[in-house]
């Protein structure tokens, strides 16, 4: 038993320092303060098991926000966006996600906005942490006219726990620029927050909360600050299905006042024929 506490010991310092080493790869600059809100999720640890794909369509619609065209990157206010998630489980401890952003506006039609892929390792179930823990990065291009920054990557550590009835997690993403204005600034700092409560085991309620702050280091004031709060219920009808809506205020100026949201996604199992035959 102590020779498997040990080697979890050293399992999770070496996760924690890897943290570390990216952090410090990214104190050059920062993500842009333009809104994204084409996938409102906080994740969870777990990743997709392996010969399973995920397939999730994220809608949201902004009913208030940005009204006018802003250094040529159009008004948020009445945007719906689509975006599908393709995640596939590689093995019992990795995935790879795929996505592709569109939004549709009076006057602009349904265009594409651009496409990520995002990696994710977790910390294995032999290790036996006490909470969930896994590591997502996420690299992608969006075109101008819908975020001054067209290629940016986040670095997202994810932190979860199920205590009775409640669940909690915690996304503490960095942010940086790579093609863009805000290439030459600081790291940004862009938290994600979940809490919900089992009221049966179909029905959950709870809070999910997001924000931009700006740099590390030296925050923009609050009025400059993105931040959301969603009432959200998730729905689990089966472990082959996942539904999530809720309903989001931008409480400081720089944030779209009021979105609705909704996640539904379907699990693929590819490898259950060949395992029965």
Known sequence: MRSYFWKAQQLFRSFSLLLIMVACLLLCSRVAHAQGNYEIQVYGADTVAPKNLMVELHSNYTVSGQTKTIDGVYPTNHQEHETLELTQGINNWAE?????????????????VGDHIRPRVRAPDSWHLPVGLSLSTEVGYQ??????DTWTWEIRPIIDKTLGRWYLAFNP???????????????????????????????????????????????????????QIFAVTDLNVSPKWEINIGVGV???????????KGILGR???????????
Not at 96 to 102: E, H, L, Q, R
């Open 267 to 277: 699990r693929f199992d590819w490898g259950r024929k060949s395992e029965v035959e």
């Open 250 to 260: 931008g409480p400081t100026a720089a944030t779209d006042h009021l979105i609705v």
């Open 143 to 148: 075109r101008a006219v819908y975020s001054p």
């Open 96 to 112: 790879i996600g795929f996505y592709v952003f569109t939004s549709e506006q009076d006057g602009q039609g349904v265009q594409w």
């Open 173 to 227: 993403a960095l942010e940086r620029t790579w093609h863009g204005p805000d290439v030459i600034q600081g790291l940004g700092f862009s938290p994600g927050f979940k809490v919900s409560y089992d009221f049966t085991r179909q029905i959950s309620g709870g809070l999910e909360y997001y924000a931009d702050y700006g740099r590390i280091g030296a925050f923009d004031p609050l009025h400059a600050q993105q931040q």
